[in-house]
């Protein structure tokens, strides 16, 4: 009886790559709807002009590569790329900024080294990174205060776009400056300077117990008011994507471990340090554990390197926030370690079937265990 040969797999699990990002792009839905709740229209504004921004350079340098054009926009991967950035950059950061970060990522960031799937570095997080350096002003000014320091009142969209496509503050455009801050990270980390923990938390950036704290409570209890709702809507989003199987758990908690042992350790004094409570919920942290991290392309791959790479990735932003120059570390801890991903995967090699010992380094001898004689 003639058997027919046919090579594995046997069997398709459904998922493409168009599907994967589509499944991301929603997982992040629910923190999207809590930033405009609390902070208004901005991020969606930078998230509708990124993503515009993004198809068009994505199309325009496939045109110049004579790719198939329709054919990679569907991957939905630029899509996904512009709705991190536009999730990332402030709500009222002028247009421009939004339009250089994302055509430095498509272009520099990802067609340079040959599309998706051969990039090194994180497309989106490069181009974060690039606006941050060259323009520190227009990102450090144009943070959105949560609604309930304006007095219940939020720019209208009219407004926002205003500001957007006008390059200047709200106090500029003619609106109250009181739209506008510094994010909790960044206010905790310089009044710690002259301030005590509960001087700090007694402002109005600040959710805080402060009955609790008069009476000897931990400063660990504290949140930063709008900003830890955001962090958990993320949260959802992300163990939704676990449950989905999108990616595995090693990145993301080895990275919130790795941060909060970090912060409880280090910084445990809050007269001086920013407690861990605003590490783990204010800032980027969810976005950045959950949907930036686990990028497949750029990260670890080895279940072991994975939990390396990740607890890097906490370290680094727990060094950078609490004695760099910048408040949210995020961007750079990710391009740091991906740096560091090869050597990582090159060094934790799981063991092959049929072989004792794991492959390891450039200059692993060859398994001979299983030879006879």
Not at 127 to 150: C, D, K, R
Not at 233 to 254: D, E, K, Q, Y
Not at 283 to 301: E, K, Y
Not at 303 to 319: D, S, W
Request: charged letters at 10%; hydrophobic letters at 50%; glycine letters at 10%.
């Amino acid at each position: 009886m003639a058997f027919m040969n046919i090579t594995s797999p046997h069997a398709h699990g459904g998922n493409s790559t168009s599907r994967i990002m589509l499944l991301v792009i929603l997982a992040t839905v629910p923190g999207i709807m809590a930033l405009t709740y609390f902070f208004g229209w901005g991020n969606l504004i930078n998230i509708a002009l990124a993503a515009f921004t993004a198809l068009v350079c994505e199309a325009l340098i496939l045109k110049v590569r004579k790719r198939p054009i329709s054919f990679f926009l569907k991957d939905n991967s630029a899509l996904l790329t512009a709705v991190l950035l536009g999730i990332a950059l402030p709500p009222f950061a002028p247009w421009w900024v939004t339009v250089v970060a994302v055509s430095f990522a498509m272009i520099f960031a990802k067609h340079l080294y040959g599309g998706l799937g051969n990039n090194p570095f994180n497309p989106a997080m490069v181009g974060y990174a690039l606006v941050l350096i060259s323009f520190p002003v227009q990102m450090t000014t144009t943070w959105a205060m949560p609604f309930f320091l304006t007095d219940g009142q939020v720019l209208s969209f009219s407004d926002t776009l205003s500001v957007t496509f006008s390059g200047s503050s709200p106090l500029v455009a003619g609106l109250s400056d009181a739209f506008s801050g510094a994010t909790p990270l960044d206010t905790y980390k310089h009044l710690a300077k002259n301030e005590t923990a509960l001087e700090i938390l007694q402002g109005p950036l600040f959710a805080s117990d402060v009955s609790g704290a008069a009476s000897g409570g931990s400063a660990s209890n504290w949140f930063a008011g709008g900003w830890e709702f955001v962090n958990i809507a993320f949260l959802i989003g992300g163990l939704a994507l676990l449950a989905l199987r999108i990616f595995t758990w090693h990145i993301p908690f080895s990275l919130l471990a790795a941060l909060g042992t970090c912060s409880m350790l280090f910084g445990w004094d809050a007269d001086l340090y920013v407690p861990w409570s605003l590490h783990i919920f204010t800032g980027a942290t969810m976005l950045g554990a959950f949907f930036i991290a686990t990028d497949p392309v750029t990260a670890s791959t080895t279940p072991l390197g994975k939990i390396i790479y990740g607890a890097g990735i906490g370290i680094l932003i727990f060094v950078i926030r609490t004695w760099g120059a910048y408040p949210d570390a995020v961007a750079f801890a990710v391009l740091l370690m991906n740096f560091a991903a090869p050597m990582i995967d090159t060094y934790t090699q799981p063991r092959t079937y049929g072989h004792e010992k794991a492959k390891r380094g450039l200059a692993t001898k060859p398994d001979t265990s299983d030879e006879e004689g």
